[in-house]
């Protein structure tokens, strides 16, 4: 079994399918660590807020099979592929670490993800592994949090437990 870090994110009805798709990791894998959410600017394009959360989870699948799922997990969920990579979304589902590995594959495949350099990425991920290293530069991810320039990409914590606005 390997340790996994995921992030998730969405920025249509993030409520509604950032729960729904805590609710399939937990049927699937059972027990996982589960950040608070945050809201944040879209980065890359001009865009509705993100809510972004990370999750921890144990799994014997190899990190392509892994992914492939989180695909088809996006896709449940109205994840449109046929627009540009950088766009709202229903569901964004990464996988930022697994175990030690460092991966440059298929289909954005990339271990450790480079959006850990992003607040919505690290934050979540920070408070949930503090001590958990980074596996090109050992640094944890308490020390990568406390050496961002936090004012630069500001979050604010919510509920996912509130409704989506309408």
Partial sequence: MARVYLSLGSNLEPHR???AALDELRARFGAIDVSPAYRSRAVG????DFVNLAVG????????ALNDWLHALEDRHGRRRDQPRYASRTLDLDIVLYGERVIDGPGHL???RKELR???VLKPLADIAPDLHHPLD???MAERW???PHESEPLHVVS?????AA
């Fill in 17 to 19: 399918h950032l729960r």
């Fill in 45 to 48: 394009f001009d865009g509705p």
């Fill in 57 to 64: 989870l144990d799994t014997g699948l190899e990190p392509e």
């Fill in 110 to 112: 990339q271990i450790p």
């Fill in 118 to 120: 992003h607040a919505f």
């Fill in 138 to 140: 050992g640094t944890t």
């Fill in 146 to 148: 406390a050496a961002f």
């Fill in 160 to 164: 996912l437990d509130a409704p989506d």
